[in-house]
């Protein structure tokens, strides 16, 4: 019985422990010079440094104008916030289906 509850003590802090690495998280190495931002790898600082770094967002939000940066944030948007498909909204733009939102 005392092995089980060492055991199950030592199982704890363990997960303990690394559930605290987790959210600490690691340190960034690749920070943008021109602003605030840092990155785990240059392919990472570079994306931003070409897509985003001193920008403005070109994608916007077809409900509420929100703007994004990246096509991929402006689905994640859609489908978290309106509960909505993001397809639904690019075949909007095509002009295949008709504008809900109009309506």
């Known amino acids: 019985l005392n092995s089980l509850i060492t055991q199950s003590l030592f199982s704890k ?3 303990s ?13 690749y920070p943008c010079p021109a602003c605030w931002r840092s990155y785990n790898s240059k392919y ?3 994306r931003h440094q070409t897509l985003e770094c001193g920008k403005e967002p070109q994608e916007e ?5 929100r703007r994004f940066h990246q096509k991929s944030s402006l689905n994640r ?11 639904v909204f690019n075949e909007l733009d095509k002009g295949l289906v008709p504008n ?4």
Do not use: V
């Not at 422990?17 to 190495?29: E, Q």
């Not at 948007?77 to 397809?87: A, L, V």
């Open 61 to 65: 939000c077809p409900i509420c104008q």
């Open 17 to 29: 422990s690394l559930s605290i690495r987790i959210k600490a998280g690691p340190k960034l190495k």
């Open 44 to 46: 990472s600082l570079k």
């Open 77 to 87: 948007h859609i489908k978290f916030i309106h509960q909505y498909q993001p397809d």
């Open 13 to 15: 802090m363990s997960i």
């Open 100 to 103: 809900l939102l109009s309506e």
